[in-house]
């Protein structure tokens, strides 16, 4: 009380330092008549229990604030003093003693900008008095009124601050919100945050793009005076924020932060395969899973890709710790599903494989496991070994003529559209006595085949049936005439490599002289390990186009040798090269393929 009395006090005692006194005009004895007052101003009057007894007057507060009335009478005097709102009708504060009946006080925190009223009443008594008043204006500036809706929200710069008050009061009104609007431009996450005076608890919303549903609320920050809420995985687009007045009254600072997703987002929509969105061969692309807006979450993105030969096609995602992914092969006919993800070791990576694919457009659908989030899609391609035979081939009736004594390729067991090319028909002549035939086939490691032997008239007359990659049939006197080798797919997958000849062939088709130009490679060349990532083992293949030593090598990144995969003289051809990574760390590293002058490197993923 005493140190009230002291700020009382020094009031009046400064109102000496405002502008100087002037008398009351009268009457003043209703709102109507009021006399106006200066803000942080002061008068002077008369008044008496019996006849004149009451003095109004007005003054208008600029901004919000708090206004504070003081008089000082003199002896035998007594006053109250009395604030009203802007209509004079509704009383807002009453008179607070100082300590002496010689002087009063009155005071309202929180009002609105306006013009009030102040009545000053004759407790008992009679002389004169001098009233004063003094303004706090609220901290900071104040934000655009009206802005109490979504519907007239107050523009917030990205990144950007605002100042505003909330919890001032008038004509039974309180302003206890304030609205406003952020406009994001990509995917990613808004945070909200205020810092308000300790007079007042602020709690912040986060509305979506219609302005009703509520997204996010407060997240207290560990004192009253600061409130933040957020929302981690926004699509783009203008959102609104409810700044919400829970107690007292005060200014505050509003501040925005966005924080855009990883990468590029793919090209939407592309949710289904219908509008799938193309992937180059052997390339990669970025995109975005699991933001949200209006209901509805972004779970799947849909790509295409063609595939120019048979072969095998790897799809492999690597996304951020947020968010886990799944990754789908579909068919041509975008709808039967061919190949499912497979988990490489880590949420973060994901692959999805098909080893045996007929040329032809396939889809890939990603799809959000859970989280958010960005991701990179990758995929690699690796053809087929050797080249294939000339479809359709897959009955005596449309079997293929081949040449005697030369290596021909073909492949088996490969899908299309729900089907596998599980035969492969040749025919062939010969118009003298063999002593002896031999039919050989060399296959790749995924495929096991067999084959069988028929005359002219259709009839079974020998078969080869061992296990391994490699198949030799002996058939001994065989007379003139026209034959056909069936070769059928046994198990597996893959290319082979096929010889009708006369002469025992003395070893694997690829060094045959008189095989075709095709399977003696035109160039050198090192192809994408597969699978890529790896976790332990991956296939490695290469062609040389020339006899000569070979080096293939694996190192890591600083350069430091981590493996020798071959170190030896080889003839041309096509070669492949099983390689186990158990002993590596996770990471990437490099192989290299030199032969004489040539050198080439490619990177692959080892993962645990």
């Known amino acids: 009380m005493f140190l009230r009395y002291i700020f009382v006090l020094s009031l009046i005692i400064l109102a000496s330092n405002f502008t100087p006194l002037h008398s009351e005009t009268e009457p003043n004895n209703t709102p109507a008549q009021a006399n106006p007052i200066n803000v942080n101003g002061s008068d002077s009057g008369t008044l008496s229990d019996v006849n004149d007894n009451v003095d109004w007057r007005k003054v208008t507060l600029p901004s919000d604030g708090k206004l504070v009335v003081a008089t000082l009478a003199v002896a035998g005097l007594e006053i109250d003093n009395y604030i009203y709102d802007q209509d004079g009708v509704s009383m807002l504060a009453s008179y607070a003693y100082g300590g002496s009946h010689d002087w009063d006080t009155s005071y309202f925190f929180n009002m609105l900008a306006g013009t009030y009223y ?21 901290n900071y500036q104040n934000d655009p009124e009206n802005n109490d809706s979504a519907l007239v929200a107050s523009s917030l710069s990205l990144n950007g601050s605002a100042t505003g008050h909330l919890g001032f009061y008038s004509m039974e009104y309180t302003d206890t919100q304030d609205w406003w609007k952020v406009t994001v431009p990509s995917d990613g996450k808004l945070v909200i945050a205020t810092l308000s005076d300790p007079t007042i608890e602020i709690d912040n919303y986060i509305y979506d793009q ?44 509003i501040t925005n932060h966005f924080v855009p997703a990883n990468l590029q987002n793919d090209s939407e929509p592309n949710d289904s395969a219908s509008i799938a969105i193309p992937l180059a061969l052997n390339g990669n692309s970025t995109g975005h899973l699991g933001f949200y807006s209006m209901g509805k979450t972004d779970t799947e993105d849909w790509r295409k890709i063609t595939v120019p030969s048979d072969g095998e096609l790897v799809v492999a995602t690597f996304s951020d710790s947020t968010i886990e992914l799944d990754n789908y092969i579909y068919d041509q006919d975008k709808k039967t599903m061919i190949a499912s993800y497979e988990y490489a070791g880590s949420h973060q990576w994901d692959t999805t494989y098909f080893p045996n694919l007929t040329p032809g457009t396939y889809y890939i659908r990603t799809l959000d496991y859970g989280g958010y989030g960005a991701y990179t899609i990758s995929n690699n391609f690796i053809p087929a070994q050797y080249e294939n035979d000339p479809e359709p081939n897959d009955s005596i009736p449309i079997a293929k003529s081949i040449q005697l004594n030369t290596v021909r390729s073909g492949h088996l067991h490969y899908y299309n559209q729900g089907k596998y090319d599980d035969n492969d028909c040749f025919s062939f002549t010969v118009n003298s006595v063999w002593d002896t035939l031999f039919i050989r086939t060399d296959s790749s490691p995924t495929l096991e085949l067999d084959f069988n032997l028929y005359n002219s008239a259709g009839n079974q007359i020998a078969h080869s049936g061992m296990n391994g990659t490699t ?63 790896f976790n332990p083992t991956t296939k490695i293949q290469y062609s040389i186009a020339a006899r000569g030593i070979v080096s293939l090598k694996v190192f890591d990144v600083l350069g430091r040798e981590a493996a020798v995969l071959v170190n030896e003289m080889k003839d041309a051809g096509y070669y492949e090269v099983n390689f186990n990574g158990s002993k590596l760390a996770f990471g990437l590293y490099i192989y290299i393929l030199k032969v004489g002058d040539f050198s080439a490197s490619r990177k692959m993923m080892m993962v645990k």
């Open 118 to 138: 102040i009545r000053t009443y004759a407790y008992s008594g009679a002389g004169a008095y001098t009233i004063t008043n003094h303004f706090y204006p609220a």
């Open 471 to 533: 198949e030799l049939l002996v058939y001994v006197n065989l007379q003139p005439g026209t034959y056909y080798v069936n070769a059928y797919c046994y198990s597996g997958y893959g290319s082979y490599l096929l010889i009708v000849t006369n002469t025992r062939p003395s070893g694997p088709l690829v060094g045959v002289k008189s095989e075709t130009a095709k399977l003696i490679p035109s160039e050198f060349e090192l192809k994408q390990n597969y699978p890529n990532p």
């Open 210 to 253: 219609d302005g009703n549903s509520m997204l996010a609320q407060y997240a207290y920050g560990g004192s009253h005076t600061w409130d933040t809420a957020y929302f981690v995985n926004l699509i783009p687009g203008t959102y609104y924020i409810k700044s919400y007045c829970y107690s007292g009254y005060g200014g505050y600072t």
